[in-house]
């Protein structure tokens, strides 16, 4: 006897989007990008044609027009995190930002001590600059975190010691959205004397991230995960209690007081600083709406479909970011079934290594479950007929996906996964 | 990355998708992979004993769309044919047909693996079943 499982075809249109004004494909994956916004664009444009001068001319009108730009970004920035002008230094992103700050404690500070402490999850920015310290010979601790995602204070007190010269911990992860206590570190860094430097991408714009209110030492900017546009970034470096000093990576003129050479990219520049003077006004508005339809994508298909897991602690989190694992369905065979959606997963399958989300192991998800994540990143210009309508065909996807799989059918059958000897298990 | 068409239409109509009775004596049973790597197959084969040859296949994959597709592909492939002829199957044909990138090819090993699982425990099913006898059937 034959069980034959009628499969659902495949579709794209039932839910008919043109009908509830929603366009597809639907961007929903805003850790990995955001689009520009439009008011950023128009503000950037007139240096590229008109007002082109390289900033660093001091000698005639085309020059100062480009330092005008750059020098009204500046304070934006500042603005933004509780800064002074004189500590924000511009770079073309954030995995720049990392590097400077890493490696600029580390050449700089080498005489006080060599160790170095991060997290697990840390973005690889931050995790390869950490591994190419260790050749050299400095000590990196790389601090576990726990289910929810964040790391132990007790941990990290018990890791510090006399040749600790840096922590560097980032303020929000960009896969699991989930925020570490930067005040308790900062204040325990001070209290030590340890340089604290926060990789604050996913953060800056969309939470408030006050420098001082926090003990934060240095942090790492991006343009392109703030509605600004890409190859532009900054890192905050602290001038007084305590002064910070940063060896430089980039040598050339000496530009930005000797800490990163190189001609400013004025329209980027002036694009980062208009995003963030928007992100400034709108970021009370924008953070509740973000998270009103983060929950009510979460609450509808949490509320259909069962064995399906949030990976990360819901409370510590950014207002827009949301991470589920489906068991028994691939993610990457996920992603297929929504072609109409842009979203990403921690599928190894998604890689290009092949391995599945580094991030998700450290949570302690077993490699099954990490291969049946979706990462969603809500943003700006997300609607809540986009919500619903991405609701509902990850639903019927994992549905229909489920209906094909393996898995499912051993679980609906009562066999514990667990147990089973996998042919393909690594031995 | 891109998906070929005949990828995509084996995920959006996938040929075969169910279960034979594992008991059955006509039944071969190949499950490979693991959860942990991301790819799990199940491929089922009925065969016809005084011909040898596959009647009925059924599959149920977890994996992504290529891992689909090429079971879906090797359900339709060993139907019809002779359990020989479908133990001559190779990765590389499904590799050709569903026209798999490099990072895709382990995809096919696996359904060539199933294949083969399924001829396997087909197999012993057959030759636990008989008495010793000299002219066992090939």
């Known amino acids: 006897m034959s069980t034959d499982v009628k499969i659902p075809q495949a579709q794209t249109q039932t839910h008919h989007p043109d009908a509830k004004g929603i366009k597809l494909p639907i961007y929903m994956d805003n850790h990995a990008t955001t689009p520009m916004d439009p008011r950023v664009l128009e503000e950037m444009l007139p240096y590229f044609m008109e007002k082109f001068g390289n900033a660093a001319s001091r000698n005639h009108s085309f020059g100062w027009a480009g330092e005008e730009g750059v020098e009204t970004a500046r304070e934006r920035i500042a603005k933004l995190v509780g800064a002074t002008t004189k500590e924000i230094i511009f770079t073309s992103g954030a995995t720049e930002s990392d590097n400077l700050a890493i490696k600029g404690v580390a050449e700089m500070y080498r005489e006080k001590g060599n160790h170095i402490i991060t997290a697990v999850t840390e973005h690889k920015a931050v995790l390869d600059t950490c591994k190419r310290l260790e050749k050299y010979g400095y000590r990196v601790t790389y601090l576990p975190v726990q289910k929810d995602g964040l790391i132990d204070l007790e941990d990290l007190k018990r890791a510090m010691d006399d040749k600790t010269i840096l922590v560097t911990i980032m303020w929000a992860n960009n896969e699991i959205g989930v925020l570490q206590p930067v005040d308790e570190i900062g204040k325990l860094c001070r209290e030590r004397g340890v340089i604290f430097h926060t990789d604050a991408t996913q953060a800056v714009g969309k939470i408030p991230t006050d420098v001082n209110k926090n003990n934060i030492d240095l942090m790492s900017i991006s343009g392109h995960k703030m509605y600004g546009p890409k190859g532009v970034g900054a890192l905050y470096v602290r001038r007084k209690n305590p002064r910070v000093q940063l060896s430089a990576i980039i040598d050339g003129g000496g530009h930005e007081r000797g800490m990163r050479s190189g001609t400013l990219n004025v329209p980027g520049i002036v694009g980062l600083g208009k995003a963030c003077a928007i992100a400034q006004e709108d970021m009370a508005q924008e953070s509740c709406r973000m998270a009103g339809l983060r929950n009510r994508l979460r609450d509808r298909i949490m509320n259909r479909l069962d064995e399906a897991y949030i990976n990360g602690s819901m409370e510590n989190r950014l207002p827009g970011n949301l991470n589920i694992s489906f068991a028994y369905v691939e993610g990457e065979s996920l992603l297929m079934g929504i072609n109409d959606i842009a979203v990403s997963s921690g599928s190894a399958c998604t890689s290009a290594t092949l391995e599945p989300s580094y991030v998700l192991k450290a949570l302690g998800t077993g490699d099954d479950l990490a291969h049946s994540s979706i990462r969603f990143g809500i943003g700006r210009f997300n609607t809540e007929a986009e919500v619903d309508y991405v609701a509902d065909r990850v639903i019927e996807t994992v549905e229909r996906l489920r209906e094909l799989s393996p898995l499912y059918e051993m679980a609906k059958e009562g066999i514990n996964l667990k147990d089973v000897k996998w042919a393909g298990e690594a031995h | ?138």
């Open chain 2, 1 to 138: 990355m891109s998906y070929s068409d005949k990828v995509i239409d084996h995920y959006n109509n996938p040929r075969n998708v169910g279960s034979l009775d594992k008991a059955s004596s006509d039944v071969g049973t190949g499950l490979v992979g693991a959860p942990e790597c991301g790819d799990v197959m199940k491929l089922q084969i009925k065969v016809n004993r005084d011909t040898n040859v596959i009647e009925e296949a059924k599959f149920k994959t977890f994996g992504c769309g290529s891992a689909i597709a090429s079971s879906s592909l090797a359900t339709e492939w060993v139907k019809g044919k002779t359990v020989d002829e479908a133990l001559a199957i190779k990765n590389m044909d499904i590799v050709k047909e569903l026209s798999l990138p490099p990072v895709k090819i382990h995809c096919s090993v696996l359904a060539e693996d199933a294949i083969r699982a399924a001829i396997g425990d087909w197999k012993k099913k057959q030759e636990s079943a008989k008495p010793v006898s000299v002219e066992a059937a090939k």
